[in-house]
């Protein structure tokens, strides 16, 4: 890799003081030339501060945009910066910046446009809540009929995506259920997607928010506008 290949990595945040040093850190162990861009939904705790203190460039965006909107900024910013390649990495430590070699890998080398890491491709000790393991196997099913490929983690947010998916997102990104829709959006455009098997870690803080009530309403909802996403018109990806 050249060292004019300029690469980002994505990092949206809310209320994650207690981890974000500990993700930007291993970032930078990682992938030491890398840009780090902190995209943070209105936190009310420290995480902007540390994220400054630590060296990323920190974008602030409305909390009422929510962890799409977050991500399209990101996205947005990238492009327009002309990066060309953009790293997704959760700010609660789940993703293990170690595995991010494996992601790049499947882009750097032609195979995909945007390598997915998946926790549940393998058999791994990453244990689930029930609802959000129904959550995912229904995703599951229905992504990978509609696409027709099989792809086993439809809401992971460790993701490496190409120049042209970034552009692509750019313009493109305006849904609410970010991840399950760009698959079914960027398989209409002509991408290609790799899912690579990664191990996850437990949230490092808190307590995730995705209860039995809430997860039947985001597949509700998720399904109804992965239907509106069938009907949206798609431009194909730029040959």
């Known amino acids: 890799m050249s060292t004019k290949h300029k690469i980002m990595v994505l990092i949206p945040t809310y209320n994650e003081e207690k981890t974000i040093g500990e993700v930007i850190k291993g970032v930078k162990e990682n992938l030491p030339l890398a ?3 902190v995209v943070d939904g209105e936190s009310t705790d420290s995480t902007r501060e540390k994220a400054r203190s630590l060296g990323a460039v920190v974008l602030e965006v409305s909390q009422s945009l929510g962890i799409g ?4 900024t990101g996205f947005r910013f990238a492009d327009l910066r002309g990066y060309d390649t953009v790293i997704r990495v959760d700010g609660d430590a789940q993703h293990n910046p170690k595995e991010i070699g494996k992601l790049m890998e499947a882009v750097l080398n032609g195979r995909a446009d945007i390598a997915i890491g998946s926790r549940y491709v393998r058999q791994g000790d990453y244990k689930a809540s029930l ?3 129904l959550n995912t196997k229904l995703f599951s099913l229905i992504v ?3 696409i027709r490929q099989k792809i086993s983690d439809t809401t992971s947010g460790f993701q490496v995506l190409s120049r042209e998916v970034v552009s692509f ?4 990104y305006l849904f609410d259920y970010s991840e399950v829709e760009a698959l079914v959006l960027l398989k209409k455009a002509g ?4 899912e690579i098997p990664v191990s996850m870690r437990e949230r490092g803080e808190g307590q995730s928010s995705f209860g ?3 997860g039947f309403f985001y597949v509700f909802a998720g399904v109804l506008s992965l239907a509106v996403s069938l009907l949206r018109r798609t431009p194909r990806r730029r040959v």
């Open 144 to 146: 990978s009929g509609i």
């Open 69 to 72: 909107g977050g991500v399209e």
């Open 169 to 172: 997102f750019s313009r493109n």
């Open 191 to 194: 991408f290609r997607i790799a």
């Open 131 to 133: 609802p959000r393991m």
């Open 212 to 214: 039995l009530i809430k």
């Open 35 to 37: 840009d780090i861009v």
